[in-house]
């Protein structure tokens, strides 16, 4: 990832999540940048409390370089605002970012080190916005190769980098050089569509036999209402709810095992002794975990914890309890 930062090869910004970007695509995202605060008037009106910390803070890291928010002090006695309570300076940090004023340079231990947009993009880069057309295009083909099947509202909330009659058009546009299929679903009165290219029917995207440990972030999931009308699968990422709030954990990881969700998964890695601890898994009340799911999840559970160059593998509660004493006993067997 290092060399992707340092190469220019990539950019981040705010997708359908702070998401990682090609560069090659930056000129696609500059509506979203321009837009910003997206008719958010929250946001506007946090722009306008800090505006002059803002100034301050482009004006140092103009003069100074780089940047990370651990760099600017913090007003002792002052609460921040937002999720997280970020102090002033980070706020106008992410609001100038969010301009499109200071864009990350690199990351430093997961920190974003800010600096000036200019001096982060390649030198005599073309920043033509695209043709609305074009763009609509772009957003539309990018949904559809991400999300499969989806009706326009699924490819709108995908981004929101466009509105949604721009990209009415380029689907109708695709519709007509047999680009985009339209499809109906039996006793479903939506219209979906579907890239020709990815109509198969001898293509089969997961073995039935498959267990797959899925990141919050991941496209699949990302649109929660789609993921409750597809698959009757109710997901909420809990780290931003207050401890005793969270039914499954912190960061619950949703388990997909043939062709359904079976439950989740709340980890963490314990990078000194290389452990892998589950702290809480869960299981959905239509799944019953049986010896061949077990083995299955213990496959991918041994995978997961090379992933995180773990070597050790702890359970320390399973949900329902009845299936604590099948589940510790068989993965702490064979691992």
């Known amino acids: 990832m290092d060399d992707l930062w340092k190469d220019r090869l990539i950019f981040e910004y705010w997708a359908h999540g702070a998401s990682i970007i090609p560069l090659a695509d930056f000129n696609y995202y500059l509506p979203l940048i321009n837009n910003y605060p997206w008719g958010n008037k929250r946001l506007s009106a ?6 002059h910390t803002i100034q301050k803070v482009y004006e140092r890291i103009e003069k100074e ?28 940090l992410e609001i100038l970012y969010w301009k499109g004023k200071l864009m990350v340079d690199r990351r ?8 000036i947009t200019s001096r982060v993009l390649p030198e005599k880069m073309n920043l033509e916005v ?9 957003f539309t083909e990018k949904a ?14 995908y981004i929101r980098a466009v509105p949604r009659e721009i990209l009415q058009d380029s689907i109708d546009q695709m519709l007509k050089r047999g680009k985009v299929v339209e499809l109906k679903i039996p006793g479903n009165t939506k219209t979906y569509f ?14 039935s036999a498959q267990l797959n440990i899925i990141n919050p972030f991941d496209n699949f999931v990302i ?34 095992y043939q062709n359904k969700f079976v439950g ?14 589950i702290r809480q898994l869960s299981f959905e009340k239509k799944c019953k975990p049986g010896h061949r799911f077990i083995n299955t999840f213990r496959h991918e559970l041994r995978n997961f914890a090379d992933f995180n160059n773990c070597k050790n593998i702890e359970i320390n509660s399973v949900k329902p309890v009845k299936y604590k004493k099948a589940i510790i006993t068989e993965i702490g067997r064979i691992l």
Not at 65 to 89: H, I, Q, T
Not at 233 to 253: D, I, N, V
């Open 130 to 138: 695209p043709p609305e057309k074009k763009i609509g295009n772009f």
């Open 264 to 277: 989740r998964m709340d980890c963490k890695v314990f990078r000194k002794k290389k452990t892998l601890m």
């Open 65 to 92: 370089g780089p940047l990370k928010s651990s760099d600017f002090k913090s007003d002792k006695g002052k609460r921040g605002d937002g999720w997280w309570e970020w102090k002033p300076a980070k706020t106008a």
């Open 144 to 157: 559809l190769s991400n999300l499969g099947i989806a009706e326009l509202p699924d490819i709108y909330n």
């Open 223 to 256: 649109n929660r209402n789609r993921l409750k009308t597809w698959f009757d699968f109710e997901y909420q990422l809990e780290c931003y709810l207050l401890e005793k709030k969270r039914k499954f954990g912190y960061f619950a990881l949703p388990l997909f």
């Open 108 to 115: 430093e231990k997961f920190q974003k080190v800010y600096d």
């Open 46 to 51: 946090m722009e306008e409390k800090y505006k």
């Open 194 to 207: 579907c890239l020709t290219e990815n109509i198969n029917e001898n293509t089969t995207i997961y073995s």
